[in-house]
């Protein structure tokens, strides 16, 4: 029963773009901040990506790893699980490092110059290369990564949070207005009064409570 109702609600949630199948907020406006966002994640109590199995979810749930890549990388994971936990090891260091970037961002302080250098000693870490490829708009300029090992799945999320600094996104950044929530978001409403990471959860939320309020009154 109380497994239905969990399946019913995280139905709701992926259909109003709030969370993908496998529990993790999608709600940030981009891989950065989903990543950002990525310790938590429905249906669980703890830390969204706790094993290298949970990286390999979260990858694969945002459309950035295919799935006989993520079985050569199970693989990969049998015969050499310190390599891949350390991946998972420095992910999350990162991500706690960017967390702590978006609340200060988020007040209006620029990003630290530490920041930077620990993005740009990561990207000068990837050996990669450039190559154009059919997209849904004619031809795109993609980087690839030269690297086949469980490193690679930092690539697109560090540079996308690369991107990320470089763009007018990090002025756009909020954090969720609800006191009981922490996830952030990129805000891209055309009137700029985004408030809440989403309608369907803290939005809505507040509204019960301000008109619970008003018959109290
Ligand atoms: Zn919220």
Redesign the pocket.
């Known amino acids: 029963m109380l497994r239905g109702i969990f399946v019913a609600r995280i139905d709701a949630l992926v259909k109003s773009g709030v969370v993908n199948k496998e529990g993790f907020y999608t709600l940030g406006g981009r891989l950065a901040i989903d990543f950002a966002n990525s310790y938590k994640r429905i249906g669980r109590e703890k830390e969204g990506i706790s094993s290298f199995e949970d990286l390999l979810i979260f990858m694969k749930s945002h459309h950035l790893l295919h799935e006989d890549e993520a079985s050569d990388l199970h693989m990969f994971h049998f015969q050499n699980p310190g390599r891949c936990q350390k991946v998972v090891d420095g992910l999350v260091e990162l991500r706690n490092g960017f967390r702590n970037v978006l609340t200060e961002v988020e007040q209006g302080w620029p990003v630290s110059l530490d920041f930077f250098e620990e993005i740009n000693k990561r990207l000068a870490s990837f050996k990669s290369y450039h190559k154009l490829e059919p997209s849904e708009e004619g031809m795109a300029l993609k980087s690839i990564i030269d690297e086949n090992g469980p490193e690679k799945l930092m690539f697109p999320i560090v540079r996308d949070i690369a991107d990320y600094l470089a763009s007018d996104h990090v002025e756009k950044t909020r954090g ?1 207005a ?1 006191d009981d ?1 922490d ?1 952030y978001f990129v805000n891209q409403s055309r009137n700029g009064r985004r408030r ?3 309608m369907s ?2 939005g809505n939320r507040a509204k019960v409570n301000a008109y619970l309020k008003r018959q109290e009154a």
Request: charged share 0%.
């Open positions: 969720c609800s929530c996830l809440w990471c989403s959860t803290c």
